[in-house]
């Protein structure tokens, strides 16, 4: 139960559509800086994939720079409290178990890959919703048995560094939303669809080690996986309420946030909503 948080996070940057974007070079960083509008001193954006296989994972010396500047990390939400354990296992429950829920076939193709895939039956999960056997399948579609943590490494880099932490938003809103966000309908089908999603995670690595923001953002909002409704409570709902709160954030002192790439590009992304409010907002390119 400890990892469900963690989970959560994931979900939005996984079984994604095939598109690509071409961004120009110079804009193709996961790392920004936000200045003026009256600020003292500058914070710092970085969009991160929020599981990624440890031969690709890496910090850079730009963002190990941009975070030592930095007097508070801010996070999506607080996925780290030990205190929220019991409640969002109580979020995950569902009112009704599966074995109810599903119709006998989408609940033998379910049960199947579960099985195959993460070496147990869909009965263990009975009681649970649908997101959760999502969140599960959702990690084994990387090529490696121990995915990192972007979120977890920066954690510990503040606890080094005695550093203030905050967050953007409650871990149990989070997963409100995202049940929100995603039908049964679609998890089903996106669950069903796990080798040409697992085929998908490479592209979306690729995109994200290339550093393109508008690449992922192009990947991940495609119309067959992601509607209006998923966009709207995963992007749109969660951007403008970041954009809201970051302001008096960045007013008190200097921030790391740390929030999924996605999150950054596009004219529904943070970057924009920063500069519509007057902050000068560029690109750290080393």
């Not at 929020?50 to 030592?68: G, M, N």
């Not at 503040?158 to 149990?172: F, P, R, S, T, W």
Request: aromatic share 8%; charged share 25%.
């Amino acid at each position: 139960m400890k990892i469900i948080p963690a989970i959560a996070l994931l979900l939005t940057s996984l079984f994604t559509g095939h598109a690509k974007a071409q961004q120009p070079a110079s804009e193709k960083s996961l790392l920004w800086e936000v200045s003026g509008n009256g600020l003292d001193k500058p914070s710092y954006i970085y969009g991160t994939i929020h599981l990624i296989c440890e031969s690709d994972f890496r910090i850079t010396d730009k963002v190990k720079k941009a975070f030592d500047k930095s007097s508070q990390l801010v996070l999506e939400a607080d996925i780290f409290s030990p205190e929220i354990k019991n409640e969002v296992q109580q979020e995950m429950m569902s009112d009704v178990p599966l074995s109810k829920k599903l119709a006998a076939s989408d609940y033998a193709a379910i049960d199947s890959i579960l099985k195959l895939k993460c070496g147990m039956p869909l009965k263990v999960l009975d009681n649970y919703k649908l997101s959760m056997v999502m969140s599960l399948v959702a990690i084994k579609l990387f090529p490696c048995t121990a995915p990192q943590s972007y979120e977890a490494a920066f954690d510990k880099m503040a606890k080094e560094k005695n550093m203030h932490k905050a967050a953007l938003e409650e871990v149990i809103a989070q997963l409100k939303l995202l049940n929100k966000a995603y039908t049964d309908s679609q998890i089903i089908a996106q669950v069903k669809s796990f080798d040409s999603a697992q085929a998908g995670t490479n592209t979306m690595v690729a995109l994200y080690k290339a550093e393109d923001i508008n690449g992922l953002f192009k990947y991940m909002t495609t119309p067959d996986l992601m509607d209006e409704n998923t966009i709207k409570w995963m992007l749109v709902e969660r951007n403008n309420d970041w954009a809201e709160k970051m302001p008096a954030m960045m007013k008190k002192e200097s921030n790391f946030f740390a929030v999924g790439a996605a999150h950054l590009p596009g004219p529904i992304g943070i970057l924009a909503l920063l500069k519509a409010k007057g902050y000068t907002v560029k690109p750290i390119m080393n």
